[in-house]
């Protein structure tokens, strides 16, 4: 089945929590432990244990900012996923596929992210709804 695409504050919020190496149960890493930084293509490295280093990738003019990832950036630049749940499984890998960039230019940093939902776009809003109210 083909994946449709929708975009999710959730997704924005999971691709910052997944960018900070995590021990455990919320804890940081210790700042010597990380993974190495990636070197060009790759953004994204990790250690055995999950841990994940992203290269945040320069650009020389501006993202439109419009909701459409059809900048050249998207093309050229690899993302990077493999995230982690929060809620409900916390620490398992994501039930739905991301592409994450972090980008900057001189004044800006930008996270931008495409995430895929198998769902029927009919069932998006009563999920949402539930995770709203807890139930």
Not at 6 to 34: D, E, H, Y
Request: proline share 9%; glycine share 8%.
């Amino acid at each position: 089945m083909p994946f449709r695409i929708r975009a999710s504050l959730a997704c924005l919020v999971g691709a910052i929590v997944s960018a900070t190496p995590i021990t455990g149960r919320g804890q940081q890493a210790a700042q010597g432990s990380r993974p190495p930084t990636p070197v060009s293509p790759e953004v994204i490295t990790r250690d055995a244990s999950g841990q994940a280093t992203v290269r945040a990738i320069k650009l020389n003019t501006p993202l439109r900012v419009d909701g459409v990832l059809d900048d050249e950036v998207y093309a050229r630049e690899q993302p990077f996923g493999g995230l982690i749940q929060v809620a409900p499984d916390y620490g398992e890998p994501a039930t739905e596929k991301s592409d994450i960039w972090i980008t900057y230019d001189d004044k800006n940093i930008y996270l931008s992210c495409r995430c895929y939902d198998q769902a029927p776009p009919a069932q998006w809003v009563v999920n949402e709804l539930r995770r709203d109210t807890n139930g």
